[in-house]
């Protein structure tokens, strides 16, 4: 701001001392508006920097370690095959809705445990239903194959079927709790990432796989109130494909502890 123009004559010491008392105080007070506003300043660079380490924490998570490679297969692909694949986690569809399910399934599960590499069964929700009668024929689907520990449980929700926010939030959160209440296990949350943020609060203590086609692998942040990603399934083509941040190992760590 312009600084304050005193008088060149003086006509009175009165005056004089007068404007230099007012001048000193509007230099003082801009000098203490700067010191305010340096303050902010510096307060806001630190907020931005904070939140830019954040990003960049996720961003680079995969850096962290070597990511971890899986696909995620259902009835689409019902003849894939598991023993030339080179993924180290396979993620198969079980059941859809209260009644659905995956023809290929069992096949899927067998093979994959044959492998050795990391399994998992997931179940496509629907919110218009009752989420204990899906978790329950989700359940009774996978609890009929031979189980191994470190089997990996999961939810994807990628619909609302027309219910509002607080209404897909509160089936998910029913449907993870009984699935875990009944196993043990702390099954996996499944969606693409803007449904996740828009439906997934409060969720942050399920791990998170999500699906992000719009970034590279393993470079995506967390949406709604997650720290950080499990999985980031990257692309569809020519099949679902996915990485993890987590070796084999920890991920097996998330599965059931026993058969």
Same mark, same amino acid.
């Given at each position: 701001?312009?600084?304050?123009?005193?008088?060149?004559?003086?006509?009175?010491?009165?005056?004089?001392?007068?404007?230099?008392?007012? *001048?000193? #105080?509007?230099? &003082? !007070? $801009?000098?203490?508006? =700067?010191?305010? +506003? *340096?303050? #902010?300043?510096? &307060? !806001? $660079?630190?907020?931005? =920097?904070?939140? +830019?380490?954040?990003?960049?924490?996720?961003?680079?998570?995969?850096?962290?370690?070597?990511?971890?490679?899986?696909?995620?297969?259902?009835?689409?692909?019902?003849?894939?095959?598991?023993?030339?694949?080179?993924?180290?986690?396979?993620?198969?569809?079980?059941?859809?809705?209260?009644?659905?399910?995956?023809?290929?399934?069992?096949?899927?599960?067998?093979?994959?445990?044959?492998?050795?590499?990391?399994?998992?069964?997931?179940?496509?929700?629907?919110?218009?239903?009752?989420?204990?009668?899906?978790?329950?024929?989700?359940?009774?689907?996978?609890?009929?194959?031979?189980?191994?520990?470190?089997?990996?449980?999961?939810?994807?929700?990628?619909?609302?079927?027309?219910?509002?926010?607080?209404?897909?939030?509160?089936?998910?959160?029913?449907?993870?709790?009984?699935?875990?209440?009944?196993?043990?296990?702390?099954?996996?949350?499944?969606?693409?990432?803007?449904?996740?943020?828009?439906?997934?609060?409060?969720?942050?203590?399920?791990?998170?796989?999500?699906?992000?086609?719009?970034?590279?692998?393993?470079?995506?942040?967390?949406?709604?109130?997650?720290?950080?990603?499990?999985?980031?399934?990257?692309?569809?083509?020519?099949?679902?494909?996915?990485?993890?941040?987590?070796?084999?190992?920890?991920?097996?760590?998330?599965?059931?502890?026993?058969?």
């Amino acid at each position: 701001m312009p600084k304050p123009r005193l008088a060149t004559t003086l006509k009175n010491q009165l005056s004089e001392r007068f404007g230099l008392a007012v *001048g000193g #105080a509007i230099l &003082a !007070g $801009a000098t203490a508006l =700067a010191g305010v +506003t *340096g303050t #902010a300043l510096a &307060a !806001g $660079a630190a907020e931005h =920097a904070a939140r +830019t380490d954040h990003v960049a924490s996720h961003e680079i998570q995969h850096e962290k370690q070597p990511l971890s490679y899986g696909l995620d297969i259902s009835n689409y692909e019902p003849l894939y095959d598991w023993n030339a694949s080179p993924a180290q986690f396979g993620i198969v569809k079980a059941t859809e809705g209260t009644e659905f399910r995956d023809a290929s399934f069992a096949r899927n599960w067998r093979e994959i445990g044959a492998k050795g590499i990391v399994r998992g069964a997931y179940h496509y929700g629907h919110p218009g239903n009752d989420p204990i009668a899906e978790a329950d024929h989700f359940l009774s689907v996978v609890n009929a194959q031979p189980a191994k520990a470190g089997d990996l449980l999961v939810l994807d929700l990628e619909t609302s079927d027309g219910q509002s926010v607080e209404q897909v939030n509160a089936w998910a959160k029913a449907w993870l709790s009984h699935v875990k209440a009944a196993t043990g296990v702390t099954p996996m949350f499944y969606s693409g990432w803007n449904f996740a943020d828009t439906y997934g609060k409060g969720l942050s203590g399920y791990p998170l796989w999500v699906a992000h086609y719009g970034r590279d692998k393993g470079m995506v942040t967390p949406p709604a109130d997650w720290k950080s990603w499990t999985i980031h399934q990257y692309t569809d083509s020519p099949i679902d494909q996915n990485v993890s941040a987590l070796s084999p190992d920890q991920l097996r760590d998330l599965g059931r502890r026993t058969a």
